[in-house]
């Protein structure tokens, strides 16, 4: 499945519109991965036991939205962006989003 930021795929025509599509994931850190990064935080830069766990959000997060767009029967999905919050200290939502449409390679 095509998936892309912009509103079109250059080499390609939408010719249907199948609608507004996410795909949503909620991750906690482990205790031993909070306790470990909070120490890390004490010396400054790159927390990286979160930066793996968001980067894996995200991959998941796109999964999700294939997904959902591949229910819809599209072919492909435009305008997909990213969205994140906290749920309390110790979670993290990504959500990722865009329309879901059907293309065709254009003559």
Do not use: C, W
Not at 50 to 61: G, I
């Amino acid at each position: 499945m095509l998936v892309t930021t912009t509103e079109s795929i250059p080499g390609y025509r939408i010719t249907e519109v199948k609608g507004h599509v996410f795909g949503l994931v909620v991750r906690s850190r482990g205790l031993g991965g909070n306790l470990m990064a909070g120490l890390r935080s004490l010396g400054g830069g790159e927390i990286t036991e979160y930066t793996e766990m968001l980067e894996e959000a995200r991959r998941h997060a796109i999964d999700r939205l294939i997904k959902n767009a591949a229910l819809r029967n599209a072919n492909a999905i435009v305008m997909m962006r990213f969205d994140s919050s906290e749920i309390g200290q110790t979670m993290s939502e990504i959500v990722a989003y865009g329309t879901a449409v059907v293309v065709t390679p254009e003559p």
